[in-house]
């Protein structure tokens, strides 16, 4: 098996990985899992795809993950994890698709409306 390549998104945060056979290693923007995600919340959502596969240790995964936040990160990491995953073995699809690691999350942050103080939020009404 060669090197696989893919992409996983979720607000703002786009994350690139890039999956080979080892033992386990995760780098995140050149740092250990463990470093770059504080809390084991995050660490957790990371490794849910390779925990629900069983396949914890069986491969090196390199992640480069820009924007957003350390939650919408973990969450872009886990969806690139997962679909790299369906490319290694379609076997591990219908578990991944159940727990819905396999979809997008399209949800946004809405834009700021002019006229408005924020997206919907208005400015307070004085009526004198």
Do not use: W
């Not at 890039?18 to 995050?42: M, Q, R, S």
């Not at 990371?46 to 596969?53: E, I, K, S």
């Not at 939650?71 to 219908?94: F, M, N, T, W, Y």
């Amino acid at each position: 098996m060669e090197v696989i390549n893919t992409l996983g998104r979720r607000k703002t945060a786009v994350a690139r990985i890039y999956v080979t056979p080892g033992n386990g290693e995760i780098k995140v923007n050149g740092k250990e899992l463990a470093t770059y995600f504080p809390t084991e919340t995050l660490r957790t959502i990371v490794q849910q795809p390779l925990a629900l596969t069983s396949t914890n240790g069986h491969y090196d995964i390199k992640v480069n993950v820009d924007g957003g936040g350390f939650k919408g990160q973990a969450e872009a990491v886990r969806l690139a994890i997962s679909r790299a995953l369906c490319e290694i073995d379609l076997e591990h699809r219908p578990a991944l698709k159940a727990e819905g690691f396999l979809t997008r999350d399209p949800r946004m942050v809405e834009r700021k409306k002019y006229g408005r103080r924020k997206a919907r939020r208005r400015f307070q009404f004085s009526k004198r």
